[in-house]
């Protein structure tokens, strides 16, 4: 039986991992291998490593880090952030990246998807989408578009569901977040880039569907609304998202503790989870995750003693 | 020395480096000599498959692959290094035209998973990715010595499409997603792997050990 994927998510600038990692036994926290190393051992399914380099210098660093996890770490892992062009995409493959994370590039020309996935195969090409809510009517008037669906969950927050950690106070950290209130006005979801600071005009389930055609053997999701605020998954855009394709999907941004891997991997079609600073700060260990995975139901891989 | 086949279809130093980490002797060859001088042969590979057949004939390394395998040294395929060792695969076929020939060391063929399972039964998501549990009868081969099947038997795979050996008896393990299917292969001094074992971990480091320990 195939299980869920749990996947800890690495920036890395100028051949360090910012935001650094905070658990036991890490010689250097900033050193990708030594992190990818530790992530091995504490069970951890796959890695993604988010260049957030500018410049060029950064950019030929990070094909010398993902050399060294290649050839150090017998784990698999991913690689994202910056790509441009074929020729980003090659370098990567060639430096040992498995699969490449594709995102601003595949909204500009989505060529780039296809010629990825002829070169190097479906298996390889994964792309980021980064929806963000919008409401219906700045979206028809800026784009001149209807929007495919239109939502009138929770606003703002916007998980689509009542976010309630009630049931399971042992895995909640203690969130003093103000209870979410309904907004009234009708919202649609919108692609955007540049961290959701621009809007593109695509509608998600649309823009998911027409990047598995071309080639797409993986859809990072990373909700820009849930992203950063630990208040759990936006179960309603992960839904929407892997309803609509066959192919595995990666739910992204907002992942405050175990329970919310639980609720989006039990009410969507997600196949893996992504998340950073639970792990990265030590609140939650791989293991601990898995446990509290495995009790729920959810097949999970243990590894050793834990 | 092992050699680890380069044709220019994927990432070998994972494999390489992995085999170095376990302590044994692998270079990456890539011509005639070098593969005839292997005393074990690993082919990788991952990508498109009719792609990795042209790429093998185009560098004249069809058959000296062939060579080794009748040469009765071991050698291991993985991922589309085990779908190559088939007779034909339907990848880029025209549905109902022609299939794309293989290397045709063992019989049978390589084809795509199915998304529509059937009626009442949940959608496969396709390619097949992550973490998946094997099944195999420990007796049968050392490729899998010191291993249990089950949940602490999991590899990593990444692949739309499958081998389905004519013989039963070439199917070393099984991995199950949306119905039982091929994991691995041996017959004689042949195995080959679906999964990555040089992604695979601890569980994975073992297998590649056994391999390059194994007899034929």
Known sequence: MLTHRVIPCLDVKEGRVVKGVNFVDIRDAGDPVEVAKAYDAQGADELVFLDINASHEGRGIMLDVVRQVAEQCFMPFTVGGGIRTIDDVTQLVQAGAEKVSINTAAVLDPGIVAQTAKRFGRCATVVNIDPKRVPVDEFVKRTGRQPGYVGSGVWGLGLGKTVSTDDTPHLDPGSDSEPRTPNPEPYCFEVHTHGGRKGTGLDPVAYARRVVELGAGEIVLTSMDADGTKDGYDLEITKLISDAVDVPVVASGGCGNPQHMIDVLQQTRADAVLAASIFHYGEYSIAQTKRAMAEAGLPVRMVGAV | ?216
């Open chain 2, 1 to 216: 020395m092992i050699g680890i086949v380069d044709y220019g279809m994927g990432n070998l130093r994972s494999v390489q480096k992995a085999l170095q980490h376990l302590g044994h002797d692998a270079e990456v060859v890539a011509d005639a000599a070098g593969i005839a001088g292997s005393a074990r042969l690993i082919l990788p590979g991952v990508g498109n498959f009719a792609d990795g057949v042209r790429q093998l004939e185009e560098r004249g390394l069809t058959d000296t692959v062939k060579a080794f395998a009748a040469s009765g040294k071991p050698m291991l395929g993985v991922c589309m290094g085990m779908q190559l060792l088939f007779d034909s695969s339907t990848e880029d076929a025209p549905p109902g035209g022609p299939t794309v020939p293989g290397l045709g060391l063992l019989p049978g063929r390589v084809v795509r998973f199915e998304e529509d399972q059937g009626p009442g039964r949940p959608r496969l998501k396709v390619p097949h990715m992550g973490w998946n549990m094997l099944d195999f009868d420990a007796s049968s081969t050392v490729l899998f010595e010191g291993l249990e099947p089950g949940p602490s038997t999991q590899v990593y795979f990444v692949h739309g499409y499958y081998c389905v050996p004519d013989a039963p008896a070439d199917i070393a393990a099984t991995a199950t997603y949306g119905r039982p299917f091929c994991a691995a292969v041996h017959r004689g001094n042949l195995w080959a792997t679906q999964f990555h074992p040089e992604k695979s971990q601890r569980v994975g480091l073992r297998i590649l050990d056994n391999f390059a320990r194994c007899e034929a």
